[in-house]
């Protein structure tokens, strides 16, 4: 059982930044891989950015030059950093880890981008 636990969300006028965390019960670098998804209102769930063990990261069309996925393994926590936001990028932000064929997911933490 890996347990996630996501912080750093808030209320960002557009064109800021913000850095989000994700502290995992386990050691990451046991982890497959780890990654960010988020899901705004009315809208599937859908892939920001992932990290494989082997540090291989991923990212989604629309957030490609303005996030980056970063882990520190010897905190056990995953990140996210957002510049540039958007109010598109408006979404509950939820953490990931795959481990032995079983997916763990995060509470979430709320972003929102608005004047």
């Known amino acids: 059982q890996v347990q996630l636990v996501e912080s750093g969300g808030g209320l960002v006028q557009p064109g800021g930044s913000l850095r989000l965390s994700c502290a995992a019960s386990?050691?990451?670098?046991?982890?497959?891989?780890m990654g960010w998804y988020r899901q705004a209102p009315g809208k599937q769930r859908e892939l920001v950015a992932d990290?494989?063990?082997?540090?291989?990261?991923n990212y989604a069309d629309s957030v490609k030059g303005r996030f980056t996925i970063s882990r520190d393994i010897a905190r056990n926590t995953l990140y996210l950093q957002m510049k540039s936001l958007k109010p598109e990028d408006t979404a509950v932000y939820y953490c990931?880890?795959?481990?032995?064929?079983?997916?763990?997911w995060g509470q979430g933490t709320q972003v929102t981008v608005s004047s």
């Open positions: 990931k880890a795959e481990l032995n064929l079983r997916d763990y």
């Open positions: 990290i494989t063990r082997r540090g291989i990261t």
């Open positions: 386990e050691n990451i670098f046991s982890l497959n891989a």
